[in-house]
């Protein structure tokens, strides 16, 4: 990851309103989705990120006409001629592996790096391969990841555990496979609907029943469409927390404020104030924090995992003892030893993190384990009053379009170091 780094001076509650980018976890599966049939679709909203970079750069070497500016991405995927994603990106980015049920749809194989484990975790694909076998995929798995899909058709597939990327892997695969696809034990997340509204705009029979299964009328020829991404909901998260931690007041607009439900009751629990109304979300964190003795993350609409190191960020100067408990992925508590730099009062037994609350954390130099844990130091570097410099800010910068431009927009004081 490049040694970017951010140089950030706290003390200051945060003020103001903040309108979100485009969502990292929806627009990723809807650019792989525009390989699916010929002709122009249009994105906008996108969030300029390196994962929707590196996504880009995948499809550009898979045929397709691939145009990026200010947001707004179109991709002419008429000219789609191979089966291979290549390698260098391919095997930087954990989402590559959703151009499998692409591939396996429109060109019938696919042939994939495979995918390695990252910084949070393991990150198998067990569940993705059993899915696309269900729909009738057969897989080499060697040095890469070869599949053959030439008599892909609909069918019942039943997930062992609510995985998002596998959801998303088994609809991809049957929009276009003849027949009619059930896919049980789906995720729920919201990004999935997202991308079954755009597949529906295309011309696509799919929705969620009543269960929360995924069904799929497929084999229709799909139509390119403009469409405009929804916020992101950790982007959102991530910004109250720092409204929270800074106890400042600071409201996100257009954004459906019940996406963040798991987010927004637990901030009540330790004496947030926090107003719904709508498309807004307004939080005042005027009065002292307390603890919450005890918060686990699980699939949606639990506590999303992906706030779970800027929640513990959030905990470290609440007064009492809190435990977290990771139950997504196995090895998300990297920032806890960064954050004990600062003085926080954390220690980890198994899949949990036991926090006493401190009156003060100090500024310390920081390196970004990961994403959601570098987020997570900017929101403790902005509760100290002296200056941290955060290291390896790449890895932030693979979800958030500009973490400074938008806290500097709520008065933190922030600047991207030379
Ligand atoms: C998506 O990852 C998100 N990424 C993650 O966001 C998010 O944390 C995660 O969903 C859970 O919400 C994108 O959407 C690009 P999973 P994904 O498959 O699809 C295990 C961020 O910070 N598992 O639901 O990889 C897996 O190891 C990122 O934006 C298997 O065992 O998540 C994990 O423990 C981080 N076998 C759990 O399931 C499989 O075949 C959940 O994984 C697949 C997953």
Same mark, same amino acid.
């Given at each position: 990851?490049?040694?970017?780094?951010? &140089?950030?001076?706290?003390?200051?509650?945060?003020?103001?309103?903040?309108?979100?980018? *485009?969502?990292?976890?929806?627009?990723?599966?809807?650019?792989?989705?525009?390989?699916?049939?010929? *002709?122009?679709?249009?994105? =906008?909203?996108?969030?300029?990120?390196?994962?929707?970079?590196?996504?880009?750069?995948?499809?550009?070497?898979?045929?397709?006409?691939?145009?990026?500016?200010?947001?707004? !991405?179109?991709?002419?995927?008429?000219?789609?001629?191979?089966?291979?994603?290549?390698?260098?990106?391919?095997?930087?980015?954990?989402?590559?592996?959703?151009?499998?049920?692409?591939?396996?749809?429109?060109?019938?194989?696919? $042939?994939?790096?495979?995918?390695?484990?990252?910084?949070?975790?393991?990150?198998?694909?067990?569940?993705?391969?059993?899915? /696309?076998?269900?729909?009738?995929?057969?897989?080499? /798995?060697?040095?890469?990841?070869?599949?053959?899909?030439?008599?892909?058709?609909?069918?019942?597939?039943? /997930?062992?555990?609510?995985?998002?990327?596998?959801?998303?892997?088994?609809?991809?695969?049957? !929009?276009?496979?003849?027949? &009619?696809?059930?896919?049980?034990?789906?995720?729920?997340?919201?990004?999935?609907?997202?991308?079954?509204?755009?597949?529906?705009?295309?011309?696509?029979?799919?929705?969620?029943?009543?269960? *929360?299964?995924?069904?799929?009328?497929?084999?229709?020829?799909?139509?390119?469409?403009?469409?405009?991404?929804?916020?992101?909901?950790?982007?959102?998260?991530?910004?109250?927390?720092?409204?929270?931690?800074?106890?400042?007041? !600071?409201?996100?607009?257009?954004?459906?404020?019940?996406?963040?439900?798991?987010?927004?009751?637990?901030?009540?629990?330790?004496? !947030?104030?926090?107003?719904?109304? =709508?498309?807004?979300?307004?939080?005042?964190?005027?009065?002292?924090?307390?603890?919450?003795?005890?918060? =686990?993350?699980?699939?949606?609409?639990?506590?999303?995992?992906?706030?779970?190191?800027? $929640? $513990?960020?959030?905990?470290?100067?609440?007064?009492?003892?809190?435990?977290?408990?990771?139950?997504?992925?196995?090895?998300?508590?990297?920032?806890?030893?960064?954050?004990?730099?600062?003085?926080?009062?954390?220690?980890?037994?198994?899949?949990?993190?036991?926090?006493?609350?401190?009156?003060?954390?100090?500024?310390?130099?920081?390196?970004?384990?990961?994403?959601?844990?570098?987020?997570? /130091?900017?929101?403790?570097?902005?509760?100290?009053?002296?200056?941290?410099?955060?290291?390896?800010?790449?890895?932030?910068?693979?979800?958030?379009?500009?973490?400074?431009?938008?806290?500097?927009?709520?008065?933190?004081?922030?600047?991207? *170091?030379?």
């Amino acid at each position: 990851m490049d040694l970017g780094s951010l &140089e950030i001076t706290g003390g200051v509650p945060l003020h103001g309103e903040i309108g979100i980018q *485009g969502s990292k976890n929806a627009v990723l599966p809807i650019l792989v989705a525009c390989i699916l049939g010929e *002709g122009i679709c249009v994105i =906008e909203n996108c969030p300029q990120i390196r994962d929707v970079a590196d996504t880009l750069e995948i499809m550009r070497h898979l045929g397709c006409l691939v145009q990026a500016a200010n947001g707004t !991405v179109r991709i002419d995927a008429s000219c789609v001629d191979t089966f291979e994603t290549g390698g260098k990106e391919a095997a930087r980015i954990r989402s590559s592996v959703l151009f499998l049920g692409a591939l396996l749809g429109r060109m019938k194989k696919a $042939m994939l790096p495979l995918p390695g484990g990252c910084a949070i975790g393991e990150r198998p694909i067990d569940q993705h391969i059993a899915a /696309l076998r269900q729909l009738g995929a057969r897989f080499y /798995l060697e040095e890469k990841i070869m599949a053959d899909a030439s008599d892909l058709k609909g069918g019942r597939v039943r /997930l062992a555990m609510p995985s998002v990327g596998a959801t998303e892997n088994a609809i991809l695969a049957s !929009v276009l496979a003849p027949g &009619e696809t059930i896919i049980e034990h789906a995720a729920q997340e919201p990004e999935i609907d997202e991308l079954c509204e755009f597949l529906r705009l295309r011309g696509a029979q799919i929705g969620r029943t009543v269960e *929360g299964n995924i069904c799929i009328q497929g084999g229709r020829a799909l139509r390119a469409v403009r469409y405009r991404m929804k916020s992101d909901r950790i982007v959102a998260g991530t910004y109250l927390l720092a409204a929270v931690a800074t106890r400042g007041q !600071v409201t996100i607009k257009d954004f459906p404020c019940r996406e963040l439900d798991a987010l927004t009751s637990t901030l009540r629990a330790i004496g !947030v104030s926090v107003a719904c109304i =709508e498309d807004r979300i307004e939080v005042n964190a005027d009065r002292p924090l307390r603890a919450i003795s005890y918060l =686990e993350t699980s699939p949606y609409p639990g506590f999303p995992t992906d706030l779970q190191s800027p $929640m $513990m960020a959030v905990l470290c100067r609440a007064r009492g003892e809190s435990c977290i408990c990771e139950t997504i992925f196995e090895n998300r508590f990297r920032t806890v030893a960064e954050l004990q730099k600062m003085g926080a009062k954390i220690h980890t037994e198994g899949r949990c993190a036991v926090v006493k609350g401190v009156p003060t954390l100090v500024p310390a130099r920081l390196t970004a384990p990961d994403l959601r844990g570098g987020a997570a /130091l900017v929101i403790a570097a902005l509760q100290t009053n002296g200056t941290s410099v955060i290291q390896n800010t790449g890895y932030i910068e693979r979800g958030y379009e500009d973490i400074c431009r938008d806290l500097c927009g709520l008065g933190a004081k922030m600047r991207w *170091g030379m």
